[in-house]
Each structure stands twice: as structure tokens, then as C-alpha cells.
């Protein structure tokens, strides 16, 4: 039996409230208090993993070093803890009905008629147990997806009663986050939704231990007082959230108001001090008062939702803070990118980022862009699609191979310089098939990648099918563009760079994923650089 304590975070009244923010800022003070803690997420919905949804549904399709496809509050907990999540961090419905359903096939259930409960709540409830059972965490925090009242929360909020219930309130506690709405024309705050959401957890059997509410204003004393009596709670476990210039504030924000110590206090948990936020809060004082500004376009498919590059524009902050400077990002759309207007669109700024992506929907765009930052010695960073966007670019209009595409968009493309990978070729199923998660790469010495890393051997996320064809790479090569990252065991080319170019990197890979407040990512950093040193010419 390890024992690891359960912080149960809930969220009512509307979605959206960030409880991602809340749980990862809760867990960074509790890890700078010394305990060692981790952060998982439960999804309602019934697909297995955010693999397969679009974009314009969920944000961005985070990867763990494991290559689990999962929800974007995953990369929120590693940029605030500074460590991996795995396979076990994100859980969703699909998921848990996929192990019962397997193990009722294989007759598990010995003839027994398998229902919501127990059947789901059980595996709701192991699933939420094997973190604490690696016996690596004091503190394992569960945000539960959704919004209290939704049908498809019902199992989940159910699984956290019954382990309330078995677990006694020293080891298992619900941090419930409303919305405390103000009425401009009555002037006042409103707590009615919170009571009322309050409300509909107790009717599940769950009683609040802490309520977060989040708000525009100042929550007054009495407010306090009058949510704490009407949802049963002490006035003291009653914690303002009150809108922050930066998510980076947040940690600070609870610590002001003491949710960690009520955390603890619960948790019958002693610390031995303050957190120690030092580091954190160096960062801070960076990111606010930057000495410079750079802009960066970022050209992507998927603008009009900015959450579906959440991680690239939070590497951009922390690579921005480490560098002093204010990252502006310009969002470019590469389906409006074409001849006549990429010089008007692209002009001035100081970098230009080519996002990562799926299908042919503004392809050509892409390619333009990639040709502006080239021609016009702007600091150019390709990831993944980017990446392959740079190749087919170069493959074009330098080794003039007009017909250069990757397989993905043209199947039958005279000059495949992008290929669909030997091991995908007999993939037929869309979920959870691509080339996944953490591999080798090894830098070759004295080009850019290698000495932003500095170091020869890394290991970085990828997600994808296509690759950088071999049998181009000698032609490439000769011209100018170099493979200056490969895979020591595959060959599989991970980084291309042009030396002759201020900065042009294209990385198969995903360096976005693991920039964090504590380590922003080399590459990043040395990208906002380079755009650094451009804004002076
Ligand atoms: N669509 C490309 C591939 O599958 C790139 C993927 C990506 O940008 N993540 O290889």
C-alpha cells in the first residue's frame, strides 16, 4: 500500500475556467515545498486519446515522451513541474470502456452483467490509482474533465465519492473551481452559480473540501463568508482566482491565498517551509520586463483557434524570458499566403515559424513562406510539417526539381523528397499509429542545432508518418541544405539545417513539447536569438 494522497479537482458552473492552471500551480508550490507530485486528467469523451479529433475541437494534441496523444493540459503540468508525464497522466471514457469491454470479451467478468457500476467506476478508479501505486508521488492530483452536471461526467464524479469514502478525508480531498460572475449593471458579484453548482456535486454524494473561485474582482470578506456557509465549507477554504496578467502568475496568486497550506492542512501534510519559487519567479520578472521586442509569424492552418499551438506559443514566452525579450507573435494563415502577398504579409518581422500540420489545405503558402525567410536571410524555424516544407521548398527552387513534393499531398509526385516512413506503410488504422513519442537523434558538432544544444546526443518527441526521403539526401546535400540531425539507429533524417543562412533549422521532431519555465528549449532560445540579432540589422 503506498501512501500517496488524492487531490480531486472538479469544475462547475462553465467550462473553461482553467483547471489545468489551477492544478498545475497547485502542484508546483507543493513541489516546491518538497513533496513530489504529479498531475492527471480525466477526459469525458469517448474518443481513446485526442489523437483523432481536429484541431478546431480540442486545441492541440499534446505527446508524451511515451507517445501518448493527449490533452493540451498535459503540456501545461510539464512546463509548470518541469517533469514528464506518461501514458497513465490522461485518461479518457474511450478509453476506460475499451479495458472493460476487452476484459468482458475475454470473459474476465466470470458471467456477470458488466455495468456503469461497478464495472466503469472500478477501472475509473485503478486507472486513477496506478500513478500513486509507482510509489513516486506524495500527491497525485486528478483534474476531472468537464463540467459537474454533464451526463458524461457522472462515472467519474461517482468513482471520486467512492474514493473519498475509502480513502478518509486525511488521504483524498475535492477542490471544486467556480465561476463567481460580476453584474456590471447591479455592480455586484454573484454566487448563486457556485451555490448552485455546489449543489449538483452534493447530489452525487461529493462535498466540496475547497472551493476556487474565479472572478474579474476582488471577492470581499463577506462574499467569502456567504459562499463558505452556503456551500459548507470554512471561510478559509474559500480561494480567489482572480483573472492574472500571465497563467505564470497563478502559482503566486494561490500561494497569496493559501491554498496550498489549506491543501496540506487537510492532507494532515507538515512542510517543512515556504516554497521555494525563486527560480519561478526569476522567470517572471524576465517575461514582464523584457529589454527587447521581436515579432515572429507564425504560419499555420489552424489560427483562428490559437490554442491549437499552445505549447510552440509558451515556448516562444519561456524562450523569450531566458532571452530578455517580448516575443510578438504575428498569426499568419497559409491558406491566405500566395506570391502577391507573402512579401506584404511577412515583411518586418524578425522570424518566421512554419507550424506543424496534417493534409494539403494551405501547403502552398507554407512553401512561400519558407521561401521568404530564405531568400530574405530571415531566421527560419520548421517543425515537423515545417520541417518538410523547407525540403520540398529547397528541392524546388534550389536543386530546381519542380515537381519536389511529399506523398502525403501528391501520391503519385514525380520527386517524393518527403516519403510516407517504411514502417508506416502497412498502417491502415488512423489512432495512435504514427511515429510516436521519444526517439534518439545525434547532432552533427559545430552546426546550429548542436550548439544550441550543446550536446551531440538528444532525444526529442515526434508525431508523424512522412519523412525526409534518403535517396534525396546526397542532391540536397551538394546544394547547400544539410542533414545535421539524424536517428544513430534508422538513418531517418531528424534536422536539417542551410549554413550559409543567418538561421534556418527545420527539425522532424517536436522541441515545442518540452520547453519548459525551468528549461526553455535550446532551440527556441536560440531561434529568438537569431530573431534578436536580425531586429538590429
Ligand atoms: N503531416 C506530416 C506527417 O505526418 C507532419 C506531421 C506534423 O507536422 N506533426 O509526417
Redesign the pocket.
Known amino acids: 500500500m503506498s501512501n500517496t494522497k488524492y487531490v480531486f479537482v472538479t469544475g462547475g458552473v462553465t467550462s473553461s475556467l482553467g483547471k489545468g492552471i489551477i492544478a498545475a500551480s497547485l502542484a508546483k508550490l507543493l513541489q516546491q515545498r518538497g513533496f513530489s507530485v504529479t498531475i492527471q486528467k480525466l477526459d469525458p469523451y469517448i474518443n481513446i486519446d485526442p489523437g483523432t479529433l481536429n484541431p478546431y475541437e480540442h486545441g492541440e494534441c499534446y505527446v508524451t515522451d511515451d507517445g501518448a496523444e493527449t490533452d493540451l493540459d498535459l503540456g501545461h503540468y510539464e512546463r509548470f513541474l518541469n517533469i514528464p508525464t506518461s501514458q497513465s497522466n490522461n485518461v479518457t471514457t474511450g478509453k476506460i470502456y475499451q479495458s472493460v469491454i476487452n476484459k468482458e470479451r475475454k470473459g474476465e467478468f466470470l458471467g456477470k452483467t458488466v455495468q456503469v457500476i461497478p464495472h466503469i467506476t472500478d477501472e475509473i478508479k485503478r486507472r486513477i490509482q496506478i500513478l500513486g501505486e509507482t510509489g513516486d508521488y506524495d500527491i497525485v492530483i486528478t483534474e476531472i474533465g468537464g463540467t459537474v452536471g454533464d451526463i458524461e461526467s457522472l462515472p467519474y464524479v461517482e468513482s471520486v465519492r467512492q474514493m473519498l469514502w475509502e480513502k478518509g478525508s486525511e488521504n483524498a480531498i475535492v477542490i471544486h473551481l467556480t465561476l463567481v460572475p460580476y453584474l456590471a449593471a447591479a455592480g455586484e458579484l454573484k454566487t448563486k452559480p457556485t451555490q448552485h453548482s455546489v449543489k449538483m456535486l452534493m447530489q452525487s454524494g461529493v462535498s466540496p473540501d475547497i472551493l476556487v473561485c474565479r472572478t474579474e474582482h476582488e471577492i470581499s470578506d463577506e462574499i467569502k463568508r456567504k459562499l463558505a456557509l452556503f456551500c459548507n465549507v470554512k471561510k478559509e477554504d474559500v480561494i480567489q482566482s482572480i483573472d492574472a496578467e500571465t497563467i505564470y502568475d497563478v502559482p503566486n496568486l494561490m500561494l497569496e491565498q493559501g491554498l496550498d497550506s489549506v491543501v496540506l492542512k487537510k492532507l494532515k501534510l507538515c512542510s517543512k517551509g515556504e516554497p521555494e519559487l525563486k527560480v519561478w519567479n526569476n522567470f517572471l520578472q524576465k517575461h514582464k520586463n523584457p529589454k527587447h521586442e521581436v515579432e515572429i509569424a507564425l504560419i499555420g492552418k489552424y489560427i483562428e483557434l490559437q490554442d491549437s499551438y499552445k505549447s510552440i506559443t509558451e515556448a516562444f514566452i519561456h524562450a523569450g524570458s531566458s532571452n530578455e525579450t517580448k516575443v510578438k507573435v504575428r498569426w499568419v494563415h497559409s491558406e491566405n499566403l500566395n506570391t502577391d502577398n507573402v512579401e506584404a504579409q511577412l515583411k518586418d518581422v524578425n522570424g518566421i515559424l512554419v507550424a506543424?500540420?496534417?493534409g494539403d489545405r494551405g501547403i502552398d503558402g507554407k512553401i512561400k513562406s519558407v521561401q521568404y525567410a530564405r531568400e530574405n536571410n530571415i531566421p527560419f524555424f520548421g517543425i515537423?510539417?515545417g520541417m518538410?516544407m523547407a525540403v520540398i521548398e529547397y528541392a524546388k527552387n534550389v536543386l530546381d526539381l519542380k515537381d519536389a513534393f511529399s506523398t502525403?499531398m501528391k501520391k503519385d509526385c514525380k520527386n517524393p523528397v518527403i516519403n510516407l516512413m517504411e514502417s508506416q506503410k502497412d498502417v491502415t488504422e488512423k489512432g495512435g499509429t504514427?511515429r510516436l513519442g521519444a526517439w534518439d537523434c545525434e547532432l552533427t558538432e559545430n552546426y546550429k542545432a548542436y550548439k544550441a544544444y550543446k550536446s551531440k546526443n538528444i532525444s526529442e518527441r515526434h508525431?508523424?508518418?512522412?519523412?525526409f526521403n534518403n535517396k534525396y539526401l546526397q542532391q540536397i546535400e551538394l546544394k547547400g541544405m544539410k542533414a545535421t540531425g539524424i536517428n544513430p539507429k534508422t538513418g531517418l533524417v531528424e534536422v536539417v539545417e542551410i549554413p550559409a543562412h543567418p538561421w534556418f533549422v527545420g527539425v522532424q521532431y517536436?522541441p515545442e513539447y518540452k520547453s519548459t519555465v525551468l528549461n526553455p528549449h535550446p532551440l527556441f532560445v536560440d531561434f529568438i536569438k537569431a530573431a534578436l540579432e536580425q531586429s538590429k540589422n
Open positions: 506543424p500540420g496534417f515537423c510539417l518538410q502525403e504514427m508525431r508523424h508518418r512522412y519523412e517536436h
